[in-house]
């Protein structure tokens, strides 16, 4: 199985950037699509964005569409979600995921890493 942790959650004010990553180790990372995906308290977890093997996306939630770009080196067995123009409804703790298969089910995930943004 594939192991990830997050990083480069925190506090930001609204307007701001901060580009997450998600560190794989374990099996083979260029085997796994990898999967951003953020819970906010009292709120369903909500899929950002997926990107594939190879690097191929499927389209980002409306609400991030356009400020969030989710990219991968897998020769550095890492993902990243870049996170522009941020605001306080982004606040949430994000976790990457990771699957064989772009539309599948993701079951292995990160701790998560929280992002709070202030007005």
């Known amino acids: 199985q594939v192991q990830l942790v997050e990083s480069g959650g925190g506090l930001v004010q609204a307007g701001g950037s901060l580009r997450l990553s998600c560190a794989a180790s374990?099996?083979?990372?260029?085997?796994?699509?990898i999967g951003w995906f953020r819970q906010a308290p009292g709120k369903e977890r909500e899929r950002v964005a997926r990107?594939?093997?190879?690097?191929?996306?499927?389209p980002y939630a409306d609400s991030v569409k356009g400020r969030f770009t989710i990219s991968r080196d897998n020769a550095k067995n890492t993902a990243y979600l870049q996170m522009n123009s941020l605001k306080p409804e982004d606040t949430a703790v994000y976790y990457c995921?990771?699957?064989?298969?772009?539309?599948?089910?993701?079951?292995?995930w990160g701790q998560g890493t929280q992002v709070t943004v202030s007005s």
């Open positions: 990107i594939s093997q190879s690097g191929g996306t499927t």
């Open positions: 374990g099996r083979t990372f260029s085997d796994y699509c």
């Open positions: 995921a990771a699957s064989p298969v772009l539309s599948g089910t993701y079951n292995y």
